[in-house]
C-alpha cells in the first residue's frame, strides 16, 4: 500500500486530527473538526517540525515512532508557539532529551514563559540555514501572523514551504493529507472562517509575509491545520491575498438583535429593498442566532454591512454590542456601513451605533433609520432610502 504520509522527499506528515473540540480557542464552533499538522523530516539529521496539541500526543507519538523507529530526533524546529502547536514539545524533549530546539530570540522567550524547559538550543533569524543532508532548510521570519514570533521554514531541496498557521483552514484532513488525494468542498468557506476568526486583526503582517514569501518558488505548502497544498497553492495564496487586503465581493451582510420581531422587520425592509436594487448576496444574520464566527466570515466576504439593534436597557442589545466589539477587534477596512435601530420609550442604540461608525475605517453611507416602538409610523420610505444608498455604495 502506498504510504500516504510520505509526502515529498524524506518528508512525513505525522499531524492528528481533533473532531471531538466543539470551539476552537474556547470560541469558534467547528463542525468539521480541525487537524493540528506536524512533519517529520527523516533525513540524515531528523527534524520534527512543530508538534501537535497535547490531548493528542499519545496518536502523535505513534506516528513519529512509526517512522523512526528508535532512531532519534536532532532537531524540533518550532514555527509557531500558540499552544495547539507547542503544547507537546515538553513531552518531546521527555521522549528525545538530546533535541535541539530550534526557534528565534522570541520563540524561546515564550517556551521560558509557558513550559520553563531546559533543552540545546538553536536560535536562528532571518535567512539562516540548517542542512539535514538531502534538505537544507532556511527560516523566515513572519511576526504577527498571528502571533509576535511566528517563523516559517523553508525547504529549497523540495521547494516545500513550512507556514505555520498561514494557508491553514479549519476542517480535518480524512484520509488525507494531500489536497490532490482529497475532497476539497468543505475546506473554502471553512479557510475564510478561520481566517476571518484567527488571523483577521493581522492584514498587513501577512501582507508583508506574502510579499516575502512571494520570491521563494513552492510546489507544496504544509501549514499546521488543512490540508497539505500542492496543485492548490495559487488558489489557496490568493484567497489568503485577497482576505489579508480586506478584499471583498459585492453584497450586504445585515446584522440585527430583536426581541419581539420589531428591529428584524426594519431588517426585512432594507433587504427587500436591496434585492430590489439588484444586490444579490443579501446574508441576515439573527446576532442571537447565528454564532459571531459565521457572522464575521460573511462581513470578511461582502463588502456591504449593515447593522440594527433595539434599545436594551438604554444600551445597545447586548449581542450586537458583543460583535461590535469582534468586528472592531479585527479592525476590518473598506466596507460601507449603514444602521438602524428601535426603541420603546429612550432612543439610544441608533446614538450609539453612530458612535461605533464614526470610529470604525468603515465608509457611513445613507441616514440611519429609527423607529419608536412598533411599525405603526411609516419608516418604509426610510429602509428603502438607506438600502437604496448602499445598493449604490457598493456598485461604485
Ligand atoms: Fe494554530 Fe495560531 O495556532
Redesign the pocket.
Known amino acids: 500500500m502506498k504510504d500516504i504520509s510520505l509526502l515529498k522527499g524524506k518528508i512525513h506528515y505525522v499531524g492528528v486530527n481533533d473532531r471531538s473540540t466543539h470551539l476552537f480557542e474556547g470560541m469558534w464552533p467547528i463542525p468539521y473538526g480541525v487537524s493540528y499538522n506536524s512533519y517529520l523530516i527523516d533525513d540524515d539529521k531528523v527534524a520534527l517540525v512543530d508538534t501537535v496539541e497535547i490531548g493528542f500526543f499519545e496518536v502523535f507519538i505513534q506516528k513519529i515512532k512509526a517512522v523512526l523507529g528508535n532512531k532519534p530526533i536532532d532537531y524540533l524546529i518550532v514555527n509557531?508557539m500558540?499552544p495547539?502547536?507547542s503544547s507537546s514539545i515538553a513531552l518531546i524533549k521527555q521522549y528525545y532529551p538530546d533535541v535541539t530546539i530550534v526557534g528565534n530570540a522570541k520563540t524561546f522567550g515564550m517556551i521560558d514563559g509557558f513550559y520553563a524547559l531546559q533543552s540545546n538550543r538553536l536560535v536562528v533569524k532571518e535567512g539562516d540555514t540548517l542542512d539535514l543532508g538531502h534538505h537544507k532548510l532556511s527560516f523566515y521570519m513572519a511576526p504577527m501572523v498571528?502571533?509576535p514570533e511566528v517563523m516559517v521554514t523553508y525547504d529549497a531541496t523540495e521547494q516545500v514551504l513550512f507556514s505555520a498557521?498561514a494557508f491553514?483552514t479549519f476542517g480535518t484532513v480524512d484520509g488525507g493529507p494531500i489536497d490532490t488525494q482529497i475532497n476539497l468542498d468543505k475546506y473554502w468557506d471553512e479557510m475564510i472562517r478561520y481566517y476571518s476568526n484567527?488571523v483577521g486583526k493581522y492584514g498587513s503582517p501577512v501582507q508583508k509575509a506574502l510579499q516575502k514569501l512571494g520570491t521563494l518558488p513552492i510546489q507544496m505548502i504544509c501549514s499546521?491545520?488543512g490540508p497539505v497544498w500542492t496543485d492548490n497553492i495559487n488558489k489557496v495564496v490568493g484567497i489568503y491575498d485577497r482576505l489579508s487586503r480586506y478584499d471583498a465581493d459585492k453584497g450586504v451582510v445585515i446584522i440585527y438583535g430583536s426581541m419581539y420581531g420589531h428591529t428584524e422587520q426594519l431588517a426585512e425592509q432594507i433587504a427587500r429593498k436591496l434585492t430590489a436594487c439588484g444586490v444579490k448576496n443579501v446574508v441576515m444574520h439573527n446576532v442571537s442566532k447565528s454564532h459571531p464566527s459565521y457572522i464575521l466570515a460573511d462581513i470578511f466576504k461582502y463588502n456591504g454591512l449593515i447593522i440594527g439593534s433595539p434599545t436594551y436597557n438604554t444600551q445597545l442589545y447586548p449581542e450586537i454590542e458583543a460583535i461590535l466589539s469582534k468586528i472592531q477587534m479585527r479592525d476590518i477596512k473598506g466596507r460601507f456601513l449603514g444602521w438602524f435601530g428601535s426603541f420603546s420609550w429612550a432612543g439610544k442604540a441608533v446614538k450609539l451605533l453612530g458612535e461605533f461608525a464614526e470610529q470604525s475605517h468603515f465608509t457611513l453611507v445613507g441616514n440611519p433609520v429609527e423607529m419608536k416602538q412598533g411599525m405603526i409610523a411609516d419608516v418604509t420610505a426610510q429602509c428603502e432610502a438607506l438600502a437604496e444608498a448602499m445598493a449604490k455604495a457598493i456598485d461604485e
Request: charged content about 25%; cysteine-free.
Open positions: 509557531h500558540e495547539d502547536h498571528h502571533w498557521d491553514g484567527i499546521t491545520h
